[in-house]
């Protein structure tokens, strides 16, 4: 099921600011990036920002649910964690935690790219 419409909206207007937004339909969600990097999902009506081994526990100590889906065999969990119902309350709000993903994002870029320069 793709991204509720109105939460979608509600979203971007209050992610509007933090950089270059795109949002892009795949996997039955709407995937959003800002300058290019992957940092949030809405899959069933619910927000996900991205997270690493540096903000996950940020996520993890609020009791904030990781996004998981049904797969061949079990259960795929990914480093993605649901939004805290403040998040929707203000922009200062979303940014705070759009930021969180941000990092988490610019962070993991810089390691792939570190790799791939390593392994030429």
């Given at each position: 099921?793709?991204?509720?419409?109105?939460?979608?909206?509600?979203?971007?207007?209050?992610?509007?600011?933090?950089?270059?937004?795109?949002?892009?339909?795949?996997?039955?969600?709407?995937?959003?990036?800002?300058?290019?990097?992957?940092?949030?999902?809405?899959?069933?009506?619910?927000?996900?920002?991205?997270?690493?081994?540096?903000?996950?526990?940020?996520?993890?100590?609020?009791?904030?649910?990781?996004?998981?889906?049904?797969m061949q065999g079990g259960i795929a969990?990914?480093q993605y964690y649901q939004a805290p119902?403040?998040?929707?309350?203000?922009?200062?709000?979303?940014?705070?935690?759009?930021?969180?993903?941000?990092?988490?994002?610019?962070?993991?870029?810089?390691?792939?790219?570190?790799?791939?320069?390593?392994?030429?």
């Amino acid at each position: 099921m793709s991204a509720p419409v109105e939460l979608l909206a509600t979203v971007l207007e209050l992610l509007s600011g933090i950089g270059e937004l795109r949002q892009r339909k795949m996997f039955g969600g709407t995937y959003i990036y800002c300058d290019n990097l992957f940092i949030a999902t809405v899959h069933d009506n619910k927000l996900y920002f991205k997270a690493n081994k540096n903000t996950a526990s940020d996520f993890v100590e609020r009791g904030l649910p990781a996004f998981s889906y049904p797969m061949q065999g079990g259960i795929a969990t990914l480093q993605y964690y649901q939004a805290p119902a403040e998040a929707f309350n203000s922009r200062t709000a979303m940014k705070y935690w759009a930021n969180k993903a941000l990092t988490a994002a610019r962070q993991d870029a810089s390691v792939k790219k570190k790799r791939k320069t390593a392994s030429k």
